[in-house]
């Protein structure tokens, strides 16, 4: 590939000729500037033909250069399926083209095209099947002629992160109307976040022509100046907006980050596609819309071609025509759809150039050269998409088609709102917008930079005022600047030779809709699933108005009565990576962090919190063991600061947890603590605690690490319905915890000062007293999760590195140690207690995790005991059952699954070595069938191993409870 000279200044703003970068295509090296993207490198190198299609492997190449169309798809390096057309060069870039059997300009696989007959639509849903066993080979025969990129699955993880961003507007397109939407909200006060597509922001200001004063590029750059001076406005360039959720909620993807925004109201100025004219053979490299010849020239300085014949049914046809004769383009004729031609400046500038315009000409077939355009052949426009007799031959290496535009307005669709066809205008229009979402511009319908700044100012003063901000006088469109010219014509004229195609990305034709509906395939929904039209990489960007357009007329209805495809997120490229990629989870550390890293512990995530999974040095398993031995035979300490903390108070107290837990709380006394099952409105698991009662109308109540937020929330949410005379407020971070344990605990907490009787008589098993200890105010619960004597002390979170040294110093002479969270599972676990979130999952219910115990019979109601009711009616298909080992060797792991002959039976849930019963033991789901105690269980260990296990009843270690209770 040699370079090609560029264009001039003012042409190819966008790119900088003092950086020049190389690349390689292709196995070929080329070279282009700073500011161009590969495909635009490329088209200044000369090369036009970028890629094969999918099914029949005809040279295709750019078409809108905006990143709407599939042509421009490349391997660049380890990456599949990247758009050239989107792409930033850079320096050493390599590439390479997709879908190609042999050499690109050479593709052997073409000859797929003489078998067209044998490849009808929807071919693939009757063959490959017969005779039986035949689609595996199929299958690989046709994913290697599919093409598209290839995944390297060594390849290294690339970096990708997430952030959040808020703003009260947030507008979608840097064009004309969106900047000066951005403009009026941030004069009225307004937080704004601009986000567009393109790595030049501008829209339409940076490459159409129109005749405005200063011209266009001096209004971009004076919008972007005052962009630039307004503190209150963000500017994302090079960002898709990938989909509206609810509640104006924004996932936008720049780079390699995916940010998640927020904003009070919204702005969509995201412009129009350009609309596709269909004719034999309009997939040729060389034809492409009059917008992607414009930023070719405007953006770029490439010259598109040297001789252009120009296809339009606007005025930005003609604007396209003056521009390609200003860069040293041979202008050979433009054809006009209209019969009649409005009397407007640019088409009299056209006629005042020289160039033959040709009212109520279309093309009926483009001839095809060596994988490019070499002419065409008209024919008069003779009725809705009929062509009299095709007559001149045109000879030219450029086709532009300037045949108006579809409103991008899937935004639009994603928030709920509508796109219809408008009979009157032949045009596709926004019909219906959500509260809070505004379209200004051309995806609104105006037609002129002019319209587009007042309407841009219009949305932006809406969109303000929307989100809580006001400026006096509301900004008016005139209407005669927002009305269309007029109708537009009808874009399809099916050849009886076919190759008329539809959609690029499938290779589908004319005839192949018309057979899918002629098969029954009539509505649209069908209709595009069958085909497959819309269905590949692009979206159907291009295709959907042509299909909607043949739909019509094949079924004889109108184009708005035919409907419109339903519009799903993502819109643009959207990496696994930016799905996948880190997050910017809050990390949250405990009041006594700083401790556990002085001694040494291995951290590990419990929710958003970072724990103690295990202290000291050498061997993990050893040191857990060892963390074991001293709860069970001395006293062992471990920070509980994670629990979530909620307190209740006010005279509803009682009858509020009643509603909300299972179990019952209006009878319990003040100074007794309850174990608290919470489940959902069907009856699941979802979470579980404690409730210690402080007073009359006090509760104060434990949550699980991971699920404190989760039980607020339902709380308030509850609460918002019942309307109970409560206050509910989370105080998990207000309070540090720790909870001693062991024989010898009480021992330990004897030699503090404080005003705490620890006499078994006056604080027993399940009991909370309110005191101080060592001069710290304390709230102290007698609970008893690793089934020993033990403590949880709860003091204000200033408190925590205090109570654990004074603790630590005085269980010295006791060997105090220590322990962390693995401990404290094997601790549980042989205690037979579960851990909702890995013992229970999304789907159980209390009597199948053996919880059935904390159902309350008596009272009316709670969350879920309707739901429960009705299930328990029914026969249950598992239950969790403690089970151990009795094979040697390896044991399973949790998620391992357990065999009944053939079929899978159940998964184990939790499994450990106990170090007090030297054993594997655990807990597991089986069919109740197989819950029987001593029942043998096969679990399939890893490597495919066979584990043989038994049904054991739990509590595994202490059955009758007398060492938490001692």
């Given at each position: 590939m040699s370079a090609r000279e560029r264009l001039p200044l003012p042409f190819g703003i966008a790119i900088d000729r003092n950086r020049p970068l190389g690349y390689s295509f292709d196995g070929r090296s080329g070279s282009g500037y700073a500011g161009d993207t590969l495909a635009s490198a490329l088209a200044g190198d000369g090369v036009w033909l970028l890629s094969r299609s999918f099914k029949y492997h005809r040279p295709r190449g750019l078409f809108s250069l905006a990143g709407h169309d599939a042509n421009t798809l490349v391997q660049v390096e380890d990456e599949p399926n990247v758009l050239a057309d989107r792409l930033v060069l850079r320096e050493g870039l390599t590439a390479t083209p997709l879908n190609g059997t042999g050499t690109l300009t050479r593709d052997r696989a073409r000859i797929l095209e003489r078998l067209h007959r044998f490849m009808p639509v929807g071919f693939y849903y009757h063959a490959f099947f017969r005779p039986a066993g035949t689609w595996p080979r199929w299958e690989k025969l046709i994913r290697a002629m599919g093409g598209l990129g290839t995944v390297n699955t060594r390849q290294k993880h690339g970096y990708y992160d997430k952030a959040y961003a808020f703003c009260d507007v947030c507008v979608i397109g840097a064009g004309p109307a969106g900047l000066s939407a951005a403009l009026e909200a941030a004069s009225a006060g307004a937080e704004v976040i601009i986000i567009d597509d393109q790595a030049l922001p501008g829209g339409a200001l940076s490459f159409a022509r129109e005749d405005i004063e200063g011209g266009a590029d001096a209004l971009r750059r004076s919008l972007l100046s005052q962009i630039e001076a307004q503190p209150s406005i963000t500017l994302w360039s090079g960002a898709i907006c990938q989909?509206?959720?609810?509640?104006?909620?924004?996932?936008?993807?720049?780079?390699?980050?995916?940010?998640?925004?927020?904003?009070?109201?919204?702005?969509?100025?995201?412009?129009?596609?350009?609309?596709?004219?269909?004719?034999?053979?309009?997939?040729?490299?060389?034809i492409m819309l009059g917008s992607a010849a414009q930023r070719l020239m405007r953006l770029y300085g490439v010259r598109p071609g040297t001789r252009a014949v120009i296809l339009c049914a606007d005025e930005a046809g003609y604007g396209v025509a003056l521009d390609l004769i200003d860069a040293g383009v041979e202008v050979a004729a433009l054809l006009d759809l209209r019969t009649e031609v409005p009397a407007l400046p640019l088409a009299a500038a056209v006629r005042g150039r020289g160039v033959p315009v040709r009212p109520g000409m279309a093309v009926a077939e483009a001839v095809e050269g060596r994988n490019h355009l070499s002419a065409v052949r008209i024919a008069p426009v003779v009725g809705e998409g009929r062509l009299g007799t095709a007559g001149e031959t045109i000879a030219c290496d450029l086709l532009c088609l300037s045949a108006g535009?579809?409103?991008?307005?899937?935004?639009?669709?994603?928030?709920?709102?509508?796109?219809?066809?408008?009979?009157?205008?032949?045009?596709?229009?926004?019909?219906?917008?959500?509260?809070?979402?505004?379209?200004?511009?051309s995806v609104a319908g105006t037609e002129s930079f002019t319209a587009a700044l007042t309407d841009g100012r219009r949305a932006g003063w809406r969109a303000a005022r929307a989100a809580g901000f006001s400026n006096p006088h509301e900004p008016q469109v005139e209407p005669a600047l927002a009305a269309p010219a007029g109708p537009m014509p009808w874009p399809i004229f099916p050849h009886p030779k076919g190759k008329d195609f539809v959609d690029f990305d499938e290779d589908l034709t004319v005839s192949h809709v018309r057979d899918a509906v002629a098969a029954g395939f009539d509505s649209v929904e069908l209709l595009k699933r069958y085909s497959t039209a819309g269905m590949g990489p692009s979206q159907g960007r291009i295709t959907n108005p042509v299909l909607y357009r043949l739909l019509a007329q094949a079924t004889g209805q109108s184009v708005e009565a035919v409907g419109s495809v339903t519009v799903r997120p993502p819109i643009g490229q959207e990496k696994i990576g930016h799905l996948a990629g880190r997050g910017f989870d809050p990390v949250r550390l405990s009041p006594i962090h700083h401790r556990h890293q002085e001694l040494g512990a291995t951290m590990m995530v419990a929710g958003t919190w970072l724990r103690p999974a295990v202290y000291g040095e050498g061997g993990q398993e050893a040191s857990i063991r060892d963390e074991v031995r001293a709860v069970r035979n001395g006293v062992g300490l471990i920070d509980v600061s994670t629990l979530g903390k909620i307190?209740?108070?006010?005279?509803?107290?009682?009858?509020?947890?009643?509603?909300?837990?299972?179990?019952?709380?209006?009878?319990?006394?003040?100074?007794?603590?309850?174990?608290?099952?919470?489940?959902?409105?069907?009856?699941?698991?979802?979470?579980?605690?404690?409730?210690?009662?402080?007073?009359?109308?006090?509760?104060?109540?434990?949550?699980?690490?991971?699920?404190?937020?989760?039980?607020?929330?339902?709380?308030?949410?509850?609460?918002?319905?019942?309307?109970?005379?409560?206050?509910i407020a989370n105080v998990t971070a207000a309070y540090a915890a720790v909870n001693i344990a062991g024989p010898r605990a009480r021992a330990v907490l004897a030699r503090l000062d404080g005003d705490l009787d620890l006499a078994p008589k006056a604080f027993p098993y399940m009991a909370v007293r309110e005191g101080m200890l060592a001069g710290m105010p304390v709230r102290a619960l007698r609970v008893g999760f690793v089934g020993e004597l033990g403590y949880e002390l709860h003091v204000p979170s200033s408190c925590g590195e205090a109570i654990w040294d004074r603790l630590l110093a005085a269980g010295q002479s006791e060997g105090i140690k220590p322990f962390g969270v693995e401990a404290q599972r094997i601790l549980r676990l042989e205690k037979g207690h579960v851990i909702i979130g890995q013992d229970t999952d999304g789907l159980s219910t209390p009597g199948e995790a053996g919880l059935g115990w904390a159902l309350s019979k008596k009272k009316p109601f709670f969350v879920g005991k309707a739901a429960l009711e009705l299930r328990q009616r029914r026969a249950m298909n598992r239950v969790l059952v403690g089970f151990v080992q009795t094979s040697t060797g390896p044991q399973p792991l949790e998620n391992h699954l357990i065999f009944a002959g053939s079929e899978v039976a159940g998964r184990v849930t939790s499994v450990a070595f106990s170090p007090s019963l030297e054993r594997v033991i655990g807990l597991a789901y089986v069919p109740p069938a197989l819950a029987e105690t001593g029942t043998a269980l096969t679990i399939k260990g890893a490597g495919g191993r066979l584990i043989a296990a038994e049904v054991s009843k739990t509590p595994f270690y202490d059955p009758e409870n007398r060492r938490q209770e001692m």
């Open positions: 989909g509206w959720f609810t509640d104006h909620w924004l996932p936008v993807t720049r780079g390699d980050r995916l940010y998640k925004v927020r904003a009070a109201a919204v702005v969509i100025a995201t412009g129009t596609i350009g609309q596709q004219v269909v004719f034999r053979n309009n997939d040729l490299p060389g535009g579809v409103p991008n307005a899937a935004l639009v669709c994603h928030a709920g709102g509508s796109v219809r066809h408008d009979a009157a205008s032949g045009r596709f229009i926004v019909a219906s917008t959500p509260p809070d979402l505004f379209v200004a511009g307190e209740v108070r006010g005279p509803d107290a009682a009858a509020f947890l009643e509603r909300i837990y299972t179990f019952a709380f209006a009878a319990q006394p003040v100074g007794r603590v309850r174990y608290a099952l919470m489940t959902d409105e069907v009856g699941n698991v979802m979470d579980d605690g404690v409730a210690a009662r402080l007073h009359a109308h006090h509760f104060y109540v434990t949550a699980t690490t991971g699920g404190a937020d989760g039980v607020y929330r339902f709380m308030q949410w509850c609460n918002a319905q019942w309307r109970l005379a409560v206050d």
